[in-house]
């Protein structure tokens, strides 16, 4: 009898501890299925495309993340793609975030598959700094740089880490022309980290988000799984750094 009303004890603790961090997961994301919360409490990366910026999956509180919501709705964009995901905190997430975010020369590092190609290719294969300056809990970095499909443009980074949280904020201070034709104009795509250690944990959200001009739709099919992959190809490489995994 004793020893099933331990078990018994011990069963609703577990299961305490589980909801109470369920909780807090379901808390820092919104607008997801209880099946993907329960991935991403599983240690499970959930990410991909949104049909609508309306849904954003930020649903934690306060500054950096009302900055990020405040972005988005003023940008309206037509490509959206998010990440998710949650780690085990072992100390020190954040400050190795800010540091891989802050090393941006260090972008030309990362991969994207090309699903068009089958193929890696660089996610930047151009980034040169131009400027530096601090800020409060971090640094805004100004830089010339190349993605594919685009040409040359110039952008800014920022990131700012404050107690448990981290924000990043990404964005083009040029056009982005594609094709000969002008696709996005300065200021209209936007990449964003909001990242937050809570207890034994730490929650992670990327965004990538653009207002683009694709020709009355023509050139979104080649525009959209570039766009989706290399959001998801940033986010991956940030997320495994915070990690510690790189």
């Not at 001009?213 to 750094?241: H, I, N, T």
Request: aromatic residues 12%; glycine residues 10%; neutral net charge.
């Amino acid at each position: 009898m004793r020893v099933s009303f331990i078990a018994s004890c011990a069963l609703a603790a577990v299961s305490l501890l589980a909801f109470a961090q369920g909780s807090e997961t379901s808390g820092f994301f919104a607008n997801r299925s209880a099946e993907e919360l329960a991935a991403l409490d599983r240690g499970e990366v959930v990410s991909g495309r949104l049909s609508d910026w309306k849904r954003m999956s930020l649903g934690a509180a306060g500054g950096a993340a009302d900055a990020v919501r405040s972005r988005i709705a003023a940008l309206k964009p037509n490509y959206v793609a998010e990440f998710l995901a949650v780690a085990p905190e072992t100390g020190a997430r954040l400050e190795r975030l800010a540091s891989a975010l802050g090393d941006v020369k260090e972008y030309t590092s990362m991969a994207y598959h090309s699903p068009r190609y089958d193929k890696d290719f660089p996610l930047f294969d151009k980034m040169e700094v131009e400027s530096r300056r601090p800020v409060p809990g971090g640094e805004h970095i100004d830089a010339s740089a190349h993605m594919q499909p685009f040409e040359d443009f110039e952008a800014g980074y920022e990131y700012v880490l404050a107690g448990d949280e981290l924000s990043f904020s990404s964005g083009n201070r040029s056009e982005l022309r594609y094709g000969g034709f002008s696709a996005v104009k300065p200021g209209d795509m936007a990449w964003c980290i909001v990242a937050r250690s809570s207890g034994s944990r730490t929650y992670f959200y990327g965004i990538g988000a653009m207002r683009a001009f694709d020709a009355l739709g023509l050139a979104r099919p080649r525009l959209e799984p570039s766009f989706d992959g290399r959001v998801e190809s940033f986010m991956k490489y940030m997320y495994e750094r915070m990690k510690g995994i790189k």
